[in-house]
């Protein structure tokens, strides 16, 4: 059993999700670079390889209730919540990054505190007859940063917050990362104390 958190990679098929499904159907291949989760909807920030076009936007619309182009790959999708959106707003667990795989096929990377919580996410799964199989389970130690806060420290420094002046503020880089600003607080904690600590490891 488990003790310390882990990351889990999950293969998920036949994905309720319709706007995932209109995606996979045109070809294109896209990661989930952000999920809001709701009671009842959910937003995503997709991260498409190639430029979207026109007609592949018209359908993104067609089964969302909004939909907001940042450049030409990048795009916000809110769509109403699928059974999975909700089994995850429900769950104890984070996810990290969704890829698309094929047609109704989506993998799933989730940050999972314990044992117990990942055991009642799949009991979820599998109340709800949703077709799933855990591909790998990584236990994070604690020196261990997770590609999501490596990420967030990067874009963090490279933007300035950490310089005594500090050019742009939490709220600002929450915007930048299309998260919630309490979410980018808690992210920021548990990266900075694992430097923290690997630091002080080595140094003794």
């Given at each position: 059993m488990l003790k310390s958190p882990f990351e889990v990679t999950i293969l998920i098929e036949d994905h309720p999700c319709e706007v995932m499904g209109v995606i996979?159907?045109?070809?294109?291949?896209?990661?989930?670079?952000?999920?809001?989760?709701?009671?009842?909807?959910?937003?995503?920030?997709?991260?498409f390889e190639k430029e979207v076009q026109k007609d592949?936007?018209?359908?993104?619309?067609?089964?969302?209730?909004?939909?907001?182009?940042?450049?030409?790959?990048k795009v916000w999708v809110k769509t109403k919540g699928c059974s999975?959106?909700?089994?995850?707003?429900?769950?104890?667990?984070?996810?990290?990054?969704?890829?698309?795989i094929k047609e109704r096929t989506l993998l799933y990377t989730l940050l999972v505190p314990n044992t117990i919580a990942f055991k009642e996410f799949l009991a979820n799964l599998t109340s709800q007859r949703i077709k799933f199989t855990v591909l790998s389970i990584y236990e994070i130690s604690s020196n261990d940063l997770t590609d999501r806060q490596m990420e967030i420290l990067k874009l963090a420094y490279k933007m300035g917050y950490f310089d005594d002046d500090r050019r742009v503020t939490l709220t600002e880089l929450a915007?930048?990362?299309?998260?919630?600003?309490p979410t980018l607080e808690e992210i920021m904690r548990r990266a900075l104390r694992k430097v923290v600590k690997y630091y002080l490891d080595k140094v003794g």
């Open positions: 996979s159907s045109t070809g294109l291949k896209a990661t989930v670079d952000n999920v809001k989760l709701g009671d009842n909807t959910t937003d995503h920030i997709v991260l592949d936007l018209i359908k993104l619309k067609s089964h969302s209730i909004k939909v907001l182009k940042f450049n030409d790959s999975v959106c909700k089994i995850l707003y429900s769950s104890n667990v984070i996810v990290e990054k969704i890829k698309v915007k930048q990362l299309g998260i919630s600003t």
